[in-house]
């Protein structure tokens, strides 16, 4: 079994950053590609990013892409999404997510794993 949890949500303004984290127990974190979704009121659940176990391959939103890096840190069991020049849209609960293979998805339904969520407010 694995337990993620996030971190790092909170009010921000327009154009500013957030930094998320998620720290992973319970199964070898380096196994496991990660990714982070979000989730806004009324709306499914949509892809933001995602990266491979070794760190080397990074997968992104075209809504995010160029704002948002995530990274990972396997000595600390912990994956992280930096959020740089927010926008209203943002705006969502936001989910970190473990998958055991090789293989990197950017579909919710492939993930094994997932933390609780942490709530990103960008005000306009």
């Known amino acids: 079994q694995v337990q993620l949890v996030e971190s790092g949500g909170g009010l921000v303004q327009a154009g500013g950053s957030l930094r998320l984290s998620c720290a992973a127990s319970?199964?070898?974190?380096?196994?496991?590609?990660m990714g982070w979704f979000r989730q806004a009121p009324g709306k499914e659940r949509e892809f933001v990013a995602a990266?491979?176990?070794?760190?080397?391959?990074?997968y992104y939103s075209d809504s995010v892409k160029g704002r948002f890096t995530i990274a990972r840190a396997n000595f600390k069991n912990t994956v992280y999404l930096q959020m740089n020049s927010l926008k209203a849209e943002d705006t969502a609960v936001y989910y970190c997510?473990?998958?055991?293979?090789?293989?990197?998805?950017?579909?919710?339904?492939?993930?094994?794993?997932w933390g609780q969520g942490t709530q990103v407010t960008v005000s306009s």
């Open positions: 990266i491979s176990w070794s760190g080397s391959s990074t």
């Open positions: 319970g199964r070898t974190f380096s196994s496991s590609a």
């Open positions: 997510a473990a998958h055991y293979s090789r293989s990197v998805p950017t579909s919710a339904r492939e993930y094994d794993y």
